[in-house]
Nanobody, 117 residues
Framework: VQLQAFGGGLVQDGGSLRLSCAAS????????MGWFRQAPGEERKFVAR????????NYADSVKGRFTISRDNAKNTVTLQMNSLKPEDTAVYYC???????????WGQGTLVTVSS
């Protein structure tokens, strides 16, 4: 499975951005896809996740109510709609896909999101 993420950029505090991740290859093996982020000097952290078949989603507490993850099975894409962005959301965002409940086996390249104050 190959993942390609796109949609990052520079936005002002309170603004919105949409990230997308396109999956190709053996996508039938995917159980769930998720987004992680890594800020400078910090470890990579979970942001959101959605199951491929049922569409069940869960979020990190820091983004609940502001971010929405969705998937389009026909297009093999996952989207992260980010609203009410804050400077602390600034990070490189990575999409990932896993074959099982608690694993992420495939990673896309990162896309930088910068939120200016």
């Amino acid at each position: 499975v190959q993942l390609q993420a796109f949609g990052g950029g520079l936005v002002q505090d309170g603004g919105s951005l949409r990230l997308s991740c396109a999956a190709s290859g053996r996508t039938f093996s995917i159980y769930a896809m998720g987004w992680f982020r890594q800020a400078p000097g910090e470890e990579r952290k979970f942001v959101a996740r959605i199951t491929w078949s049922g569409g069940s989603a869960n979020y990190a507490d820091s983004v609940k109510g502001r971010f929405t993850i969705s998937r389009d099975n026909a297009k093999n894409t996952v989207t992260l709609q980010m609203n009410s962005l804050k400077p602390e959301d600034t990070a490189v965002y990575y999409c990932a896909a896993g074959k099982y409940i608690a694993t992420y086996d495939y990673w896309g390249q990162g896309t930088l999101v910068t939120v200016s104050s």
